[in-house]
C-alpha cells in the first residue's frame, strides 16, 4: 500500500478533518496566545509527569476489564500493550482504526477469533459511555446550579438506566433479537447481509451480561479505569490551577470522553480541546488557562501511547504502514464476505 492511500482514505473523512479544523480555529480565535503561552510556562512539570502516570494507570485497569470480558487467561502485559498500540493507532490513522488494530493484533496471537475479540471491545465502548454520562450526572449537580441542569442530569440518567435494561433483555434473548431482525430485514436481503454480522458480533459480546459475577468484575474494573482517568485529568488541571476542584477535572473528563465520540480528526484532534475549553468556560474558567489544561492532556496522551505503543508495535515486528495495511485488508474481506 502506498502513502497515496492513505491519503485518499484521509480524504473521505473530510466531515471529521473539517469538524476538527473549524474547533481548533474557535478555540484559537476566542483565547489570547500570549496567556496561553504564559500559563503552559507556568505548568507544574512533575504533575505533568503523574496524569502521565495515571493514564498509564487507566490502561493497566483497563487491561484487567478487558481479560476478564474475554474469558481467557491471558497475560496482562500482553494486553496492555495491544491497548496502548490501539490508542497509538486512533491517534494517527483514520476511522478509529485502533479498536479494529486491537482485534487483530490479538487474534493473532491467541485462539480467538477477530469477531470473539470485537465483540468484547463493543462491549467495552459502550461502557465506556455508560460511565462517562453516570459521571456527569454526579458531576452536573456540584457545578452547575441552574435549574437545567437537575432536568438534564434526571433525562440522562434516565437514558443510561433504560439502555442499560435494553442491553440485559438483547442479551438475555439473543435468538429472539435475531428472529426480529431477519423479519424486519426480510424486504431489504442487502440490509439483511450488511447488518447481521455486526449484530452477531454485539450480542456475543452482551453475552457477559448474563453471568452476573463477571459482570461485577467488569464494572468493578471499568470503574478503576475511569477513576484513573480523573486522576489523569485532575494532576494536569492542577498543573496550570493548583487551587482546582475535583469536580473541575470531572467535568473536564466527561468533555473529553463524549468528544472523542464526534467525527473528527485521528485523536479528536480539535474537538476534545474545544469540549474542555467550553465546558470549563461554564465554570468560569478563563479561557486560555483551560486551552493550556486541553494541550497538556493532549501532551499526556501523545507521551503515553507513543512511547508504550511504538514499543509494542516494535516488538510485535510492526510498522505503522504496515498495520494500516493489514487493517485496510481486513477490510476489504470483511466487505467481501457481505
Not at 495491544?82 to 490513522?93: D, P, T, V
Not at 435468538?175 to 426480529?180: E, G, K, N, P
Not at 473528527?264 to 467550553?278: H, I, L, M, Q
Request: net charge positive; charged share 15%; with cysteine.
Amino acid at each position: 500500500m502506498s502513502k497515496s492511500t492513505l491519503l485518499s482514505d484521509l480524504r473521505r473523512t473530510w466531515l471529521g478533518l473539517v469538524i476538527s479544523l473549524l474547533c481548533l480555529v474557535a478555540v484559537f480565535y476566542v483565547v489570547d496566545i500570549e496567556q496561553l503561552i504564559a500559563a503552559l510556562k507556568l505548568a507544574n512539570i512533575p504533575y505533568i509527569f503523574v496524569s502521565a502516570a495515571f493514564f498509564s494507570g487507566s490502561v493497566l485497569m483497563r487491561s484487567f476489564a478487558w481479560r476478564t470480558l474475554l474469558g481467557e487467561p491471558l497475560p496482562i502485559s500482553r494486553l496492555f500493550f495491544i491497548i496502548q498500540e490501539g490508542l497509538l493507532l486512533n491517534n494517527l490513522l483514520p476511522f478509529r482504526l485502533g479498536e479494529v488494530g486491537r482485534a487483530v493484533l490479538l487474534s493473532r496471537s491467541s485462539s480467538l477469533s477477530f469477531w470473539q475479540v470485537m465483540s468484547t471491545i463493543v462491549v467495552e465502548r459502550l461502557l465506556d459511555i455508560v460511565l462517562v454520562v453516570s459521571l456527569l450526572l454526579i458531576t452536573i449537580s456540584f457545578v452547575v446550579t441552574e435549574g437545567w441542569a437537575t432536568t438534564t442530569a434526571f433525562l440522562l440518567g434516565g437514558g443510561v438506566l433504560v439502555g442499560l435494561v435494553i442491553l440485559y433483555l438483547m442479551a438475555r434473548n439473543q435468538a429472539l433479537v435475531l428472529d426480529w431482525f431477519t423479519k424486519l430485514t426480510s424486504r431489504i436481503p442487502r440490509l439483511e447481509i450488511l447488518l447481521r454480522r455486526p449484530l452477531e458480533t454485539f450480542l456475543a459480546g452482551l453475552g457477559v451480561l448474563k453471568d452476573g459475577t463477571r459482570f461485577a468484575r467488569v464494572i468493578g474494573w471499568m470503574i478503576a479505569t475511569w477513576l484513573m482517568f480523573l486522576g489523569m485529568y485532575h494532576f494536569a488541571l492542577i498543573s496550570i490551577l493548583p487551587d482546582a476542584q475535583l469536580a473541575w477535572s470531572a467535568l473536564g473528563l466527561t468533555a473529553g470522553g463524549l468528544g472523542v465520540a464526534i467525527p473528527a480528526a485521528p485523536g479528536g484532534v480539535g474537538v476534545v480541546e474545544a469540549g474542555v475549553v467550553a465546558v470549563l468556560a461554564v465554570l468560569g474558567i478563563e479561557r486560555a488557562s483551560a486551552l493550556a489544561y486541553a494541550l497538556i492532556l493532549r501532551l499526556v496522551n501523545i507521551m503515553v501511547t507513543t512511547t508504550f505503543g511504538a514499543f509494542g508495535l516494535s516488538r510485535d515486528g510492526q510498522s505503522l504502514m504496515g498495520i494500516y495495511q493489514e487493517l485496510r485488508q481486513r477490510k476489504e474481506t470483511i466487505d467481501n464476505e457481505q
